[in-house]
């Protein structure tokens, strides 16, 4: 796993695990087609960032950031990772960066992906969503991403907002433990998103815009 970490502190290497081997279902191909559109014939676009570290003294580099990405995948660790990459086969094929937290489960479950740690951050913690909005806005102008992907939770906020000023794509899917009310981090990041997928149908009277594609751990995946 290479990347650039934007937490402080050190966490240990772990060993590698193996991850459940799971398809996109039929129901999911919207998201698929959402991440393939913008990645194909995009890559001519994308720009080298030469110093692209340039003024983030305070976090610790652990790889290079100048390749760019077709697609950035964004979540919190713990079940919003789960999902996360549960739909990985959405975006097969296509350069693509993660953002999460420097926790043991992202360390082993993108162990051979390129991740960059955020801050910490809860929904009400002013301090790391401006130190989050500044690591989005460095992160997003070296990597230049036609597609952002998130399943919330905090962290999904920032990047969304500075994704849209920057005019990436934002498609975010609702959680699964989200059946009649919507998240805070989803109705935060509606306004900016250009799909919001969601996992019960319950939720579409509250998000009319959104579009059901069915659960993403359900029973015929």
Not at 25 to 35: C, F, V
């Amino acid at each position: 796993m290479t990347g650039y970490d934007a937490s402080d502190g050190h966490a240990p290497s772990l060993p590698p695990a193996d991850a459940p081997q799971r398809r996109v279902a039929g129901a999911w191909k919207p998201l698929a087609t959402a991440a393939s559109s913008a990645a194909n014939g995009s890559s001519s676009s994308l720009r080298v960032a030469r110093d692209p570290f340039a003024g983030l003294q305070a976090q610790r580099v652990r790889g290079r950031v100048d390749d760019g990405a077709d697609v950035l995948l964004v979540c919190s660790t713990g079940g919003h990772l789960l999902e996360l990459y549960a739909l990985r086969d959405a975006w097969v094929g296509a350069s693509r960066a993660w953002v999460t937290f420097d926790y043991s489960d992202a360390r082993t479950l993108l162990k051979n992906e390129r991740v960059f740690f955020a801050h910490t951050q809860q929904p009400r913690s002013p301090r790391n969503v401006v130190r989050n909005l500044a690591f989005a806005w460095r992160l997003m102008t070296r990597l230049r991403p036609k597609v952002m992907i998130t399943t919330g939770a905090a962290v999904a906020v920032p990047f969304a907002w500075i994704g849209r000023a920057r005019g990436t794509r934002v498609v975010y899917v609702e959680s699964a433990t989200r059946i009649d009310t919507p998240s805070l981090s989803c109705r935060l990041v509606h306004p900016f998103a250009d799909r919001i997928f969601v996992q019960w149908p319950e939720l579409l009277r509250l998000l009319p815009h959104a579009e059901y594609a069915g659960g993403i751990f359900s029973a015929d995946r």
